[in-house]
């Protein structure tokens, strides 16, 4: 059973950047997917960026794509993501997945590709 824990959250001003930690264990890395989330307040929680667990495969959504990078180190734990210029609508709850899954590959930005997640470390940018 993976567990997923996130770290480096907090209150930025625009503009501003900000950089997120994933740590995972109990989990044997394959072929899966490694991805960060976000949900605001009333919205729907949207997938941000993407990574396989090859390291060689990315995808951002659009909103973000620019200004945020996902990355990994060598060893796979932890995951990172560096937001740059941020926006107030970046405001979220910012969570951490994991998917087992190689199927995940085809719908990465999809919250039902994952079956594993972190508690989420809030982010607040103020404008």
């Known amino acids: 059973q993976a567990q997923l824990v996130e770290s480096g959250g907090g209150q930025v001003q625009a503009g501003g950047s900000l950089g997120l930690s994933c740590a995972a264990s109990g989990y044997t890395y394959g072929r899966g997917c490694m991805a960060w989330f976000r949900q605001a307040p009333g919205k729907e929680r949207e997938g941000v960026a993407y990574?396989?667990?090859?390291?060689?495969?990315?995808d951002y959504a659009g909103s973000v794509t620019g200004r945020f990078t996902i990355s990994q180190d060598n060893a796979k734990n932890p995951l990172y993501l560096q937001m740059n210029l941020l926006k107030s609508e970046d405001t979220a709850m910012y969570y951490c997945?994991?998917?087992?899954?190689?199927?995940?590959?085809?719908?990465?930005?999809?919250?039902?590709?994952?079956?594993?997640w972190g508690q989420g470390t809030q982010v607040t940018v103020s404008s």
């Open positions: 997945a994991l998917s087992d899954d190689p199927r995940c590959n085809y719908s990465p930005l999809s919250s039902a590709a994952y079956q594993y």
């Open positions: 990574i396989n667990t090859d390291g060689t495969s990315t």
